[in-house]
């Protein structure tokens, strides 16, 4: 089946980007005269997704008239998450909660905001069977990020976030492909111990499925 849809999760502010996001968010940072969020959806638009769903909060004005000055090359559905599920609600689990009644049935791609995808890792995603993926990277200093565990048949078998020991040098890179199965596990997330919602308790759950497999990035 096609993926023909893209969730962005663009509600943060980026706080560690001190004053560049403190009249916008940190996903419209210009970048050779262009707001990084712009070469995002080009590489995705490139890779043939068609429908972009933004899922925005912080500064929503400003994400507005960036769907407004690009709404010639892209086709973007704006979804505020702070009017669904308030600001307090917050976390990486939040947006695509945010989007079930738009996806619906659909398998489709997440991906953060602030990353940068190549168009053939993302068509990779495309040419997927029909379980989840998550997106790793292999990387030589693991232990500062979230470290994906396999098993021999390429399925996930754990996610641990920045482990003090080795475990793998696989890292979560934040592109995921999902089927409508997640929908049900981001409803379970509770929060977390640093008071968020984080989409890797999902993850995690389809993982113990046997429902989430690794695709590694070549880019």
Do not use: C, W
């Not at 398998?107 to 602030?114: K, S, T, V």
């Amino acid at each position: 089946m096609k993926i023909t849809k893209a969730v962005i999760a663009a509600a943060g502010r980026g706080t560690r980007m001190k004053d560049l996001s403190k009249d916008k968010p940190k996903h419209l940072i210009e970048v050779l005269g262009k707001p990084f969020l712009y070469y995002v959806l080009n590489n995705l638009k490139t890779a043939g997704i068609e429908e972009i769903i933004l899922v925005v909060g912080y500064i929503r004005p400003a994400m507005e008239k960036f769907v407004t000055d690009y709404k010639n090359e892209f086709n973007i559905t704006i979804v505020d998450q702070f009017q669904m599920f308030g600001e307090e609600k917050y976390g990486t689990s939040v947006p695509i909660e945010a989007v079930e009644n738009i996806i619906k049935n659909e398998n489709f791609l997440a991906i953060y905001g602030d990353n940068l995808y190549s168009p053939r890792d993302i068509k990779r995603f495309e040419e997927t069977d029909d379980y989840n993926y998550i997106g790793v990277l292999k990387h030589d200093n693991p232990e500062k990020y979230g470290v994906a565990l396999t098993d021999a048949e390429n399925f996930l078998v754990k996610i641990i976030e920045k482990p003090k020991e080795f475990v793998s040098n696989l890292i979560n890179t934040g592109i995921y492909k999902f089927t409508p199965e997640i929908f049900k596990e981001v409803k379970k997330v509770q929060k977390s111990p640093r008071g968020e919602y984080e989409l890797t308790d999902a993850v995690q759950a389809l993982a113990e499925r046997h429902r989430m497999k690794v695709l590694t990035l070549e880019d």
